[in-house]
């Protein structure tokens, strides 16, 4: 495709349109303007920056993003002024990955070290200044928990709730802002600094309906629930006209009277999806043969350092039938405030305990109390001959809820408690106080982490 030619007020330039970007024009030049730009990081590795992405658009409406390396950012990170237009020129194009797309273009820029970016004086008006790549609620269903498309989404609002979470585990303290928009078919959840950009957008909207244009979320089910978890890349358009705008005011889904209803946080939420044993027990046992094999970890010969964590294996009891809970490090840290190495350095278990046999006495106090359980049944649990489920989650629910019929006496055999103390309930503590345990189901075989997008998942619902 032969270049373009744009006149300015020094020597003409030649350039090539977004579309025609394919890795086979040797040093091109393009002329966008830029949309956005934002930081990328790793949150597993200590918040790490791995890149600035751009989002660019051209005269044909044609969006590319755009990655800078960390090393360059003195070079191009100044220049970076939303809404420019600039000419680029000598830079990679890659085939982009199939994973957290903001545009639907095959290829993705890199700037490099003989990169230049110059600004491009403003008689080039035929650029659009906006970007939006809408998905209707059908479209996301098909890409919802694949982690490949980042979709532009339009709603109304009708529930805003504060969300805030504490981390009792860090010293000191740490609260994370998490806000939660509730439309008619999913949740929005918004996080961090993100998140009080949102709520003072917010403070200066009440009492009035909201349209909302969220630009780069990502879907996700949580516990049968879709959520649009906001990511790095995220922005938000208020109240703002536009064809997408104009359009979704004409469809059925416009509710012209309704005002945002808003909710404190509130110290609990009691969850809905509750299930017993036996129902879980039955579903995996219906389900079994069906999942896939299982994941060994080879000898990588490497040396590692190890660090204590938690793994404390209970027994529960519904009211109708046991089953054996583990609690891993996150779920321990969260209920017992603090971590395995500072509760073993404050029992002194490296010099009272050499063999692993004492458990601490704050381990000791969680027996014989009531907590939903959020569990998780992964594939391991179709193969497994003695089943254990693994806990996400333990919260104490409210007084209310564990209110208990009154039991009758147990006519069968009563078992003997054994001699040697572990982590389990014991025979003596089922006997005295049954457990009356609400369970929780969440059918994934990975944490609730993270993303390097800033995608979280939600422990609220």
């Not at 051209?58 to 970076?80: T, W």
């Not at 909201?210 to 990511?231: A, C, F, Q, S």
């Not at 055999?413 to 054994?418: A, I, N």
Request: net charge negative.
């Amino acid at each position: 495709m032969p270049p373009n030619t744009l006149k300015t007020n020094e020597n003409p330039l030649s350039y090539s349109t977004l579309d025609a970007l394919d890795g086979k024009i040797d040093s091109p030049t393009i002329v966008v303007r830029l949309i956005q730009s934002w930081e990328v990081r790793d949150f597993k590795r200590n918040n790490l920056l791995l890149s600035v992405d751009c989002l660019l658009i051209d005269e044909k409406a044609n969006a590319i993003q755009g990655s800078i390396h960390p090393r360059r950012l003195h070079k191009f990170k100044p220049k970076l002024i939303e809404g420019n237009i600039f000419s680029i020129h000598d830079f990679d194009v890659k085939k982009q990955q199939n994973s957290y797309r903001l545009t639907n273009h095959d290829y993705k820029i890199f700037f490099n070290d003989h990169t230049s970016m110059n600004v491009v004086d403003n008689i080039h008006n035929d650029i659009p200044h906006e970007y939006f790549r809408i998905q209707t609620f059908k479209d996301i269903e098909m890409i919802v928990d694949k982690g490949e498309n980042l979709p532009d989404i339009v709603g109304q609002v009708s529930r805003i709730r504060n969300s805030d979470k504490l981390d009792e585990t860090t010293i000191p303290p740490k609260t994370t802002n998490n806000v939660i928009l509730t439309g008619e078919t999913a949740y929005i959840s918004i996080w961090d600094k993100l998140a009080c950009k949102v709520r003072n957008d917010l403070d200066q909207l009440q009492g009035e309906p909201l349209i909302v244009i969220v630009t780069g979320v990502n879907p996700k089910t949580v516990r049968g629930e879709l959520y649009l978890n906001t990511t790095a890349s995220t922005r938000f358009y208020w109240n703002i006209e536009n064809d997408v705008t104009k359009d979704f005011r004409k469809s059925t889904n416009f509710q012209k009277l309704l005002v945002p209803s808003c909710e404190e946080q509130t110290t609990e939420l009691v969850p809905t999806n509750i299930e017993s044993i036996t129902q879980i027990l039955a579903y995996v046992n219906d389900q079994s043969g069906k999942a896939g094999q299982a994941i060994t970890c080879g000898n990588c010969g490497s040396v590692s350092i190890g660090r204590l964590r938690y793994r404390i294996e209970v027994i529960v009891d519904d009211g109708c039938q046991t089953s054996t809970f583990i609690i891993f490090d996150e779920a321990g840290q969260t209920l017992l405030k603090t971590t395995a190495s500072n509760l073993a350095s404050k029992n002194n278990v490296g010099e009272n305990d050499p063999y692993g046999e004492i458990v601490p006495q704050e381990i000791h106090n969680i027996i014989g109390k009531d907590f939903f359980f959020y569990i998780k049944v992964a594939s391991y649990n179709f193969t497994a001959k003695h089943q254990s489920f693994s806990v996400s989650k333990m919260v104490t629910p409210s007084p209310m809820v564990t209110k208990r019929p009154t039991e009758t006496p147990d006519p069968s055999p009563t078992k003997s408690t054994s001699d040697t103390e572990n982590i389990n309930i014991t025979n003596k503590k089922r006997r005295t106080r049954k457990n009356i345990t609400k369970v929780v189901v969440e059918e994934s075989d990975d944490e609730l982490v993270r993303s390097s997008h800033s995608d979280r998942a939600l422990d609220d619902v």
